[in-house]
């Protein structure tokens, strides 16, 4: 069974350019997370998605950032424009959702991203 | 307050010993309760899960749950140069499905 899959792995941009991440999350695993991970810090969900629906957005920066889940497969993220402050690596990860206690979930490869 | 409290650490053990990893958390309506492991530039990764009050072993790992004093702990027996890594502590509460993180322990062992 394939994880979760992000790309690119790595993405090096100037201040105030786009920038667009991508998840593919596992096979039947209808929730989706965006996570953003500071140097030294733990994950922050940014956002989360119930099939095609975000469900808990409250702490994604709108101004800036924007997801969607199309389908509720695979996710994209965006920031623009970007700030030096965002450079950080975002996560993605999904879990099968439904009321089991155990819904630890699998995280992607993330994506270290630094803006210059 | 932070949500959830962790030592940063880092904290170091020789091989063979035992590490002991704790969290705090502030959120009496939280719920289950987990240990990802995370190697340098990598991404973290699930070890175990527990929700009941008590203790669960899985191999040389242990969680350790006390919902009244609101800690979780976890035991890593036998220690190994390869269980070097930073502990991530997260915790679910409510009817949200979704965790939220420590700031994570950074545990060396030492050969």
């Known amino acids: 069974e394939a994880g979760v899959v992000q790309s690119p792995r790595y993405k090096i941009i100037e201040k105030k350019q786009p920038v667009a991440f991508w998840c593919n999350p596992i096979?039947?695993?209808?929730?989706l997370y965006w996570y953003r991970q500071n140097l030294g810090q733990g994950p922050e969900l940014l956002i989360r998605?119930?099939?095609?629906?975000?469900?808990?957005d409250s702490q994604l920066p709108k101004d800036r950032f924007s997801a969607e889940r199309l389908k509720g497969v695979d996710s994209t993220l965006k920031i623009q424009p970007a700030e030096l402050g965002d450079s950080a690596v975002y996560l993605c990860?999904?879990?099968?959702?439904?009321?089991?206690?155990?819904?630890?979930?699998?995280f992607g490869s993330g994506t270290r991203l630094t803006v210059v | 307050q932070k949500e959830v409290e962790q030592n940063s650490g880092p904290l170091s053990v020789p091989e063979g010993a035992i590490a002991s990893l704790n969290c705090t958390y502030s959120?009496?309506?939280?719920?289950?309760f987990f240990w990802y492991r995370q190697y340098s530039g990598k991404s973290p990764e699930l070890i175990m899960f527990?929700?009941?009050?008590g203790d669960k072993e899985d191999g040389r790992f242990t969680a350790q749950l006390n919902k009244a004093s609101q800690y979780v702990s976890l035991l890593i027996r036998d220690s190994q140069p390869s269980d070097s890594a930073t502990y991530l502590c997260?915790?679910?509460?409510?009817?949200?499905?979704?965790?939220?993180f420590g700031s994570g322990t950074q545990l060396t062992v030492l050969p």
């Open positions: 990860a999904s879990s099968l959702g439904g009321t089991r206690k155990n819904y630890g979930y699998t």
């Open positions: 096979s039947g695993h209808n929730t």
């Open positions: 998605y119930e099939n095609e629906e975000a469900v808990d």
């Open positions: 959120d009496r309506g939280s719920q289950s």
């Open positions: 527990i929700y009941s009050n």
């Open positions: 997260a915790f679910s509460s409510g009817s949200a499905r979704q965790l939220t």
